[in-house]
């Protein structure tokens, strides 16, 4: 098992004068990590009981271009993650952390102070691009430190506290909103983010060190992109990520128009939201379990196959009642769907960056990016085919999962991490 040594990684700070690094405990590497990538879900998931109020104060007519609140996130996030990868692995971890929070604190501003609707959107995607180097430049930190079956050990514990962030975060939303108007979200965000700033800058060691650094260039850049691209368990594992991801962007995008306005659940919207995020991370973390004992090819394709038939049955159903199935049966459905998901979004990073631990940087920022550009394409598809019903919804489950149970089936005999 690899063992963390953070204090033995030298800095970019690092002198034979400077102060000594700090040391962080390996619960605090997880929870920091956990808390950096969870950025991008409270920028995403604390916005949604504010849709209904932003629509209205700044004049949105038509119901589902409200989604673009949540899809300008990520489009943001994928053009910033095929950047910061690159610049850590030339530049140090940190360093680029701290570049991304500032953009993210950037946008965050731009939006909380937005009186059009159209500069909201560019505040987000502004957010979304400065939280991609939190996403991406985390997941190369704990490559730096782990690999194979410890490290999807670790991502499934990060994704346990991480998703802890989208269980709470509506309610966070909505008890803001109880006081003050949506533009306080926005400056809660913007006290998290500083919050974040100062944690890393205080606690967290360098974990690249200088002799493993590699020279920025566009060179080296682009020699990168086409080492992760041309290797087959990366490609595959990223496309296939993105497809089964798109399909639960489809649903964050348009979940509160399903919960609040079809099911007319109101204030009880963030207690079913924060319900259904817990079942990710109840899986994440059975998942820190089970992947120590099965492989991640195994899990992964079992948890494929599981969304493929759940899908098909309820998508039957749903169709006989007119797309409006009881609430309950719903909520039932997508949890245990959710649990399958949260089996998924570990092992598939995991697998995806584990041939290339050398340039784990710009190898996390390519599948990163190439992933979530393909999740937004398929996950606004879904979510903008929204017509009052769950169909859509249940079809776009369905249909991902049989695309990406073909990508897996393929890749899993061949590839088997240990």
């Known amino acids: 098992m690899t063992q963390t040594q953070p204090e033995q990684n030298s800095s970019p700070d690092s002198s034979p004068n400077s102060q000594p690094q700090p040391k ?4 605090e590497f997880i929870w920091l990590m956990a808390l950096l990538m969870s950025l991008i ?5 604390a916005m949604l009981p504010a849709f209904d109020q932003i629509g209205s104060d700044l004049g949105v007519s038509n119901a589902n271009d409200i989604q673009l609140i949540i899809a300008t996130v990520f489009f943001g996030m994928a053009m910033g993650l095929m950047i910061y990868g690159p610049l850590s692995d030339a530049y140090g971890r940190k360093r680029v952390i701290y570049l991304g929070i500032s953009i993210f604190l950037i946008g965050t501003l731009i939006s ?6 159209n500069l909201l959107l560019v505040g987000r995607i502004i957010q979304g691009f400065g939280a991609a180097a939190c996403r991406v430049v985390t ?18 514990l990060v994704m346990v506290i991480f998703m802890l962030v989208p269980a709470l975060a509506p309610a966070l939303g909505q008890v803001i909103l109880l006081f003050a108007d949506w533009r306080a979200i926005f400056w809660f965000m913007f006290v998290l983010g500083v919050a974040c700033f100062v944690w890393m800058a205080l606690r967290q060691p360098e974990t690249l060190d200088e002799a493993k650094r590699i020279p920025f260039s566009i060179a080296n850049v682009t020699s990168g992109i086409l080492e992760t691209w041309r290797h087959p368990q990366s490609r595959g594992y990223t496309i296939a990520a993105g497809l089964v991801f798109g399909a639960f962007v489809g649903y964050l995008s348009s979940a509160q128009q399903i919960l609040q306005v079809q099911y007319q659940v109101g204030d009880m919207f963030a207690v079913y939201f924060g319900l259904l995020a817990l079942s990710i991370g109840l899986s994440s ?3 820190s379990r089970l992947v120590m004992k099965y492989s991640m090819e195994t899990l992964c394709m079992a948890s494929l196959i599981a969304i493929t038939i759940l899908s098909s049955l309820f998508y039957a159903y749903a169709h006989s009642v007119a797309g409006h199935p009881p609430l309950g049966l719903l909520i039932t459905y997508l949890a245990t769907t959710f649990f399958c998901f949260g089996l998924l979004f570990g092992n598939y990073g995991a697998l995806a960056v584990q041939p290339l631990g050398h340039i784990a940087g710009v190898a996390t920022s390519v599948i990163s990016s190439i992933q979530t550009f393909i999740s937004v394409i398929v996950g606004g598809f879904v979510g903008y085919m929204y017509d009052g019903t769950v169909e859509p919804l ?4 369905l249909v991902c999962s049989v695309v990406t149970v073909i990508f897996t089936f393929r890749l899993g005999k061949k590839h088997t991490v240990s």
């Open 394 to 397: 249940v079809l776009g489950f």
């Open 285 to 287: 973390y059975s998942n």
């Open 139 to 156: 997941m190369a930190m704990i490559r730096d430190k782990f690999s194979g079956r410890e490290m999807g050990r670790i991502m499934s």
């Open 41 to 45: 879900a409270l920028a995403i998931d």
């Open 112 to 117: 909380g102070l937005a009186t059009d609707f």
């Open 24 to 27: 962080t405990s390996h619960t």
